[in-house]
């Protein structure tokens, strides 16, 4: 079946530095999703990528998606201890097919 | 956050026994699903719905049963809980095909011992 692979697992960085999470799909995607989960709380959507190369960008967070549609990354420049969390990429085969989600990326910040 | 809320936040519960969770939503929604997440899996689609009395399994559906009666409420049900079924429950909602951005509820922290 299709899966959506992401890495690392974990991540720790000391505050200023650069974060990058890397999500790779077995099958071609339709669309990809990115969301935030602090510590304890639930998921946030934070964006979508639909086209093939779409760079997005949202302050310090940049978002790519693959050429192929099968890869995106979220990169965040100079974090911040407000960045801790997990990071989820999530995944549709075609659109209004089931959401996909990645193991996600433990972001810590060491301040 | 959109009005989402999931009941109970917290539960702790035998082996064996039934367990129902419940997913309310005010915003009108179509779509409803059940994830539950562990270390290490991220969130897993347990069954999903796609209106009222309308549901389909998700990847991991062996040992859950959902129903929704109404466009506010999903319920999933653990017949006969295991251990193996402790986890953190979200339901989120979705608009429609169109718009596919998933709001999630707050979760439930289930202890099966």
């Given at each position: 079946g299709q899966q959506v692979m992401q890495i690392p697992q974990y991540q720790h960085v000391q505050e200023g530095e650069d974060f990058t999470t890397y999500c790779n799909s077995s099958t071609t995607l339709s669309n990809i999703q990115w969301y935030k989960q602090r510590p304890g709380g639930h998921p946030v959507f934070l964006i979508q990528l639909v086209k093939s190369g779409e760079v997005k960008k949202q302050k310090r967070l940049t978002f790519q998606f693959g050429e192929a549609k099968k890869n995106s990354s979220l990169h965040i420049t100079a974090t911040q201890t407000t960045d801790v969390g997990t990071y989820f990429c999530a995944g549709r085969r075609n659109q209004g097919g089931k959401l996909i989600f990645g193991q996600g990326t433990e972001l810590s910040v060491k301040p | 956050d959109a009005g989402i809320t999931q009941s109970p936040r917290h539960k702790v519960t035998e082996t064996g026994t039934p367990v129902t969770l419940r997913c309310h939503q005010?915003?009108?929604?179509?779509y409803m699903y059940w994830y539950r997440q562990d270390p290490g899996h991220g969130l897993r689609l347990i069954h999903y719905s796609y209106g009222v009395k309308d549901t389909d399994k998700g990847e991991?559906?062996?040992g859950y049963s959902v129903s929704r009666s109404k466009t506010e409420d999903f319920l999933l049900t653990l017949e006969s809980a295991t251990s193996s079924q402790t986890s953190v429950y979200f339901c989120a909602i979705s608009e429609s095909v169109r718009v596919e951005t998933q709001y999630f509820g707050p979760g439930t922290r289930l202890l099966v011992l």
């Open positions: - | 005010t915003e009108n929604h179509r991991v559906s062996d």
